[in-house]
């Protein structure tokens, strides 16, 4: 494929592009491509996959246009009723131009990279071929594909995931499908459902301005198609090998708040990784130009090492997963396709306690604990195409997926208190263990399932009426998330702690003295249960041909989300949200070589089933400080308890659904504004400029200060009012007047209120993004190709949206950003997903006929940097300062001195160029032999830090370790591939 020789013709061009052509436009599915374009009137159209056999004959219309929409991705054959014949590569969701105005000659076009700007679309959509993106230096999933297009960004560092984030938006507002079906982790929208990479055939990307056939998502969707048999037998392989010889090694963290010199606390340095993977597959027809097979096997030998201070661990993967895939052409007017995955992951990890008197010493020695942990799931997913006529279509897809999550079973010593030795001059890095609870299970779980449940039935219809493609359809889905009960350990969690000089004596905001004996006793409970979500929507979308040059979208998007808590009752429910959606695609010349384009439109987002589970969850929590005289070594239990010092905590929370939301709640949503201009200034160069606006109207998080309610109660004359009748966290919209269901006289009777967000004193949830975006894409011409693009952006406002990075937080519409007005202080400012600068090429040189040369390079400023500290509670009440005290140092009060958002400056910029060395011997026709180099120059600046100023409540010492680094660049690694297919 990068063999191919360019002929430098502005008619082959054309032929390509759709240049010179004036023809109706039309969007196409999220599984499927299609073709449109001119021919003679009432002529007839035919298409054919040589590969496959599908075949189907269109009338073209008296006005000479004719659209074929819902072809299925693949190279094609479209011959008119005078056998002129044109070859083309079919897209998911994208429109192929075709000419046939007896004038142009017949010429093939696949292989070749000669640049055309789509007329045929309003969206910001990139596909990738998979064939394109294996010989590119990136790691084999999806999310580094994602991050080829601009105006992407890496992020989840602070959280160890890998996930992009689109346009300012957070890690957890993006959208995963797999043939068209939702495969996004509905409990967190952290994760989604992976694949076999091998298995891939297209992925597309939709970095912003989709259609509503799309939504649930603020940032971005990546769609991928997997691959079909054809008629051809084919079989093959690859092995994938990184290994740790060829590892660089990683930089250590360090703690400096115990010690004057420095503490070492991650030991990554001596850390080893050393990945195994290697796929069989193999495809045909079952019957020949009617039913294909598509099996693709994957065998993983994954063994990492991980070297930490007071123990060790090791992982060991070895399980396969598969992907079956029949596509069964019942007729040219009915076409069915069946994929099942299995994604299961299981693995073996073993944990080492050191000795006690051994410290850091890279080597898995001492008490051996060992676990299976089980993963992962499988997907079935059903697509059916009907073409009732040549203008009417209809699509039925049905989806389902498992998913478990990994779980610690009661292992020995479940029964133990969890306890740990920080006395003396020990800070929490140099802790050590007591007692007799199991090093592998902290917290213990009930016997009930932890996984999560989706099924999902979807219609769509297309219709084509002249100059106006019509598109509708409804989706229903049910989401739901199976939930363990978990307390500590024994049931009780026992932390010794002394007064010491690194802490000058105070603990628990109290002075005891240097040398004191304490310890912290904690207790905490949830319950078991499943809590589940709803999600119905239904669209319409017209796409106009209003001139021969002018494409106008109209579209409007209805949903509904229903989250249900444990017991199986509503506690939110949306009504009918509207997204209406609008877009113009003007072609300026009407040749295709300048376009000029926009959208604005509305998108919604869930609210995860994680909410269900914080807010609608029995939980039970205390938290004491007792002087102590010391503890039993055997057990951990204290000896000689003595008297409680300082403040207590009791947060025990018994859900009610009718009063744990605002009752005129709005689900997250944002509005977006896209102008982009394209232009070819070549046959092999294409240049494009985006300015990209995105803005929050209503965010949604939880509330969980109680004074403003007192008060208002107060106010208002209920005198018998409790603050303890509430639930312990409410969803609201920040900024907004609180609705909600109030035991106002105390008698345990609710009653709907309504309470001025003047008692609260929140400010509106803002986030904005503003970004230009340029990029120039050079067709394979002269033996290389290449993408080079620019983005300069901001996103400011004072929460970053579903996740909270700064905390690594992961409770998407449940962070602590919301839940009191103190937090808020301060906030307003540069988020943490803002990356003002980032360059990026990707591409490939052809060195000789077997060999190539290939790069991918990015480089990017750092993100803002914050001062945290503990919120002031001298002047709550009682009842929240127990509350929240037991937070930790992440407001924006830094010392007791409030601060901004960003005030502490940026994070260094990073550089990382990725390399590729592929050779493709023309003499073994179907081998690659292939070696990735990440990170080539081991660039290792710091990506994450700690940002926590403030050492301990009541302590006035600050903390050495702001703006200590906590997480570094990958070091160099070298993957090596050998793929053979025949």
Excluded at 787 to 811: C, I, K, M, P, W
Excluded at 890 to 905: I, K, N, P, V
Aim: aromatic share 12%; glycine share 10%.
């Amino acid at each position: 494929m990068m063999k191919t020789t360019f002929k430098r013709s502005l008619l082959a061009a054309a032929v390509v592009s759709g240049l010179c052509m004036t023809v109706p436009s039309y969007a196409a599915s999220n599984t499927a491509g299609s073709v449109y374009g001119e021919a003679k009137a009432n002529s007839q159209i035919t298409y054919v996959n040589e590969k496959t056999g599908l075949k189907r004959t269109v009338t073209v219309p008296s006005d000479g246009r004719f659209n074929i929409n819902n072809i299925p991705p693949g190279v094609y054959k479209v011959t008119d009723s005078e056998g002129n014949t044109r070859q083309v590569l079919v897209k998911v969701g994208i429109g192929t131009a075709v000419s046939f105005d007896g004038e142009i000659e017949s010429l093939s076009v696949i292989g070749s990279r000669i640049m055309s700007i789509d007329t045929s679309s309003v969206e910001s959509t990139s596909v990738f071929m998979q064939d394109d993106i294996e010989l590119l230096p990136i790691p084999r999933d999806v999310v580094n594909v994602a991050l080829l297009t601009a105006g992407t960004s890496q992020g989840g560092s602070n959280f160890g995931r890998n996930l992009p984030t689109f346009g300012g938006a957070s890690i957890g507002e993006n959208g995963f499908y797999v043939d068209g079906f939702d495969v996004t982790n509905l409990r967190n929208l952290l994760n989604f459902a992976k694949i076999p990479n091998d298995a891939i055939s297209q992925t597309e990307v939709k970095s912003g301005g989709y259609g509503v056939e799309y939504g649930r998502s603020l940032g971005g969707i990546t769609n991928i198609i997997t691959k079909s048999g054809t008629n051809d037998w084919e079989f093959g392989g690859s092995a994938i090998w990184s290994p740790d010889s060829l590892r660089a090694s990683g930089k250590n963290t360090y703690d400096l708040n115990y010690s004057s010199s420095e503490a070492l606390v991650g030991y990554s340095r001596e850390d080893e990784d050393d990945r195994l993977a290697y796929t069989l597959f193999a495809s045909g027809p079952i019957i020949e130009d009617k039913l294909f097979f598509f099996l693709n096997a994957e065998g993983r030998q994954d063994d990492y090492n991980n070297y930490g201070t007071i123990s060790s661990t090791s992982s060991e993967r070895d399980n396969p997963n598969y992907i079956a895939k029949l596509d069964w052409y019942i007729s040219e007017d009915h076409l069915f396709k069946l994929t099942y995955i299995d994604n299961k992951v299981e693995r073996t990890f073993t944990k080492y306690d050191y000795p006690e008197d051994q410290f850091a010493v890279a080597s898995h020695v001492g008490d051996k604990n060992e676990i299976d942990y089980k993963s992962g799931g499988d997907i079935v997913i059903a697509n059916y195409t009907g073409y009732i006529t040549d203008n009417f279509n209809v699509r039925v897809l049905y989806g389902q997926l498992k998913h478990e999550y990994e779980t610690n079973p009661n292992l020995p010593g479940a029964d133990c208190p969890y306890a740990w030795d920080t006395t003396g001059e020990r800070g929490w890095a140099q802790r050590e263990k007591i007692g007799c609870w199991n090093s592998l299970a902290a917290t213990v779980g009930d016997e009930f399932p932890n996984k999560d449940e989706r099924t999902s039935y979807k219609v769509d219809f297309d219709w084509t009426l002249g100059d106006h493609h019509i598109r509708f359809g409804y989706n229903a889905e049910n989401y739901d998330s199976f939930d363990p009960g978990i307390q500590y350990s024994g049931n009780i969690y026992y932390r010794y702690i002394d007064g010491a000089n690194y802490n000058e004596g105070y603990v628990n905001g109290v002075d005891v003295g240097v040398g004191t004996n304490t310890v912290r006793v904690r207790k905490y409970n949830t319950e078991s249960a499943k809590f589940s979500l709803e999600n119905t929507a239904w669209y319409i979308e017209d796409n106009w041909q209003v001139t021969d040059n002018f494409l106008a979208y109209i579209g409007v998007r209805g949903e509904t989300f229903d989250n249900k808590d444990g017991s199986g009752k509503t506690f939110v429910e949306s009504g009918n949200l509207i997204a209406p959606r609008f877009g113009f695609s003007w072609d300026i010349n009407g040749d295709s070589t300048k376009k000029l384009y926009g959208t604005l439109g509305r998108y919604y987002i869930p609210i995860p089933t994680n909410t269900n589970i914080r807010v609608s969850r029995n939980e039970f929590y205390t938290q004491d400080f007792h002087y102590v005289d010391g503890y039993n070594s055997a057990d951990g239990t204290p000896i000689g308890l003595g008297d409680k010092f300082g403040n207590s905590i009791v947060d025990n929370q018994v859900p009610d659904p009718r009063k744990i939301a605002d009752h005129n709640l709005k689900p997250m949503h944002q509005d977006e504004l896209i102008i982009g201009y394209q232009q070819q200034v070549s046959e092999d160069w294409l240049l494009s400029a985006k300015i990209m606006g995105r803005t929050i109207k209503d965010g949604m998080d939880d509330f969980c200060a109680h004074d403003g309610f007192t008060n208002w109660a107060a106010d208002n004359g209920y005198e018998d009012f409790n603050p303890n009748t509430l639930q312990g966290c409410i969803i609201i919209n920040p900024g907004r007047d609180i609705t909600v269901n109030l035991d106002v006289h105390n008698n345990g009777e609710l009653e709907a209120h309504t309470v001025s967000n003047s008692y609260f004193e929140l400010p509106k949830y803002k986030r904005h993004y503003v970004g230009l975006l340029l990029e120039a894409e050079k067709s394979l011409s002269d033996n290389w190709y290449g993408n080079f693009s620019y983005t300069l952006s901001r996103t400011f406002g004072n929460a970053e949206g579903y996740v909270n990075s700064t905390l690594a937080q992961e409770d998407p519409g449940a962070t602590q950003d919301f839940d009191h007005k103190l937090f808020m202080d301060g906030s307003y400012g540069n988020l943490p997903t803002d990356h003002r600068h980032v360059f990026k090429f990707y591409g490939a040189y052809e060195v000789t006929e077997d060999f190539t040369v290939a790069t991918n390079m990015v480089v990017s400023d750092g993100i803002p940097l914050n001062c945290n500290g503990y919120i002031p509670t001298d002047e709550m009440s009682d009842h929240d300062r127990q509350s929240f005290e037991r937070y930790s140092a992440s407001s924006f009060y830094c010392g007791g001195e409030l601060t901004q958002r960003g005030d502490a400056g940026r994070a260094p910029w990073t550089f990382k160029m990725d390399m590729s060395l592929i050779y493709q011997p023309s003499y073994v026709e179907g081998l690659t032999v292939q070696a990735n180099i990440f990170n080539l120059f081991n660039s290792q600046k710091a990506t994450t830090f700690d940002q926590t100023f403030d050492f301990e409540r009541g302590n006035p010492n600050p903390s050495e370790n702001y703006l200590n680094a906590t997480g570094y660049q990958a070091p160099r690694s070298v993957q090596l591939i050998a793929r053979y297919k025949f």
